[in-house]
């Protein structure tokens, strides 16, 4: 259900542990637009020459334990103020009652780096839309002790 939802990963995630989440902001860093994928640079519809925030940060329980590690990419002009809050992005964008909505690109299976190497994990690729308009590119990966990556079996989902 996390990977195929359209909605709030984060109200999906707190029903997940039990309790309510908080953002640990990482990094917000304005970076030219060639150091991010032409996939993300495309989906986003930014030239190479082009600046974009690059926004990096987790979602962690109240002992800091870490649910979701998240990479933003957004215009500067198209949505400063969801890549610059100190809140989840969905709770900024409730908080706003704009007009956003999310359109999911990807999901499956992922790595999730830790000190004593990398895990599989469960991985979740989508779009915001303003208006319609791409603003922020949202790459989520998800820590494997909360959730289960997916079945290589299965595949990814797309």
């Known amino acids: 259900m ?6 709030s990963t984060t109200i999906l995630l707190q029903a997940l542990v039990g309790e309510r989440l908080h953002l640990r902001l990482d990094a917000v860093d304005a970076r030219p637009a060639d150091d991010v994928s032409a996939p993300v640079r495309d989906s986003l519809g930014v030239r190479p020459e082009s600046t974009v925030i690059v926004r990096r940060s987790a979602l962690v329980t109240g002992t800091g334990a870490e649910v979701a590690r998240n990479v933003v990419v957004g215009s500067p002009q198209a949505a400063p103020r969801l890549l610059t809050s100190p809140e989840p992005i969905g709770a900024t964008m409730n908080h706003s009652r704009a007009g956003h909505r999310r359109l999911r690109l990807d999901a499956g299976s992922s790595t999730w780096e830790t000190a004593d190497g990398p895990l599989r994990c469960a991985f979740k690729a989508y ?5 319609g308009a791409p603003v922020l590119h949202i790459v989520e990966r998800f820590n494997p002790a ?7 079996r299965a595949g990814a989902l797309r």
């Open 146 to 152: 909360f959730v289960p990556p997916v079945d290589a």
């Open 127 to 131: 779009l915001i839309l303003d208006g």
């Open 2 to 7: 996390l990977l195929a939802s359209d909605g």
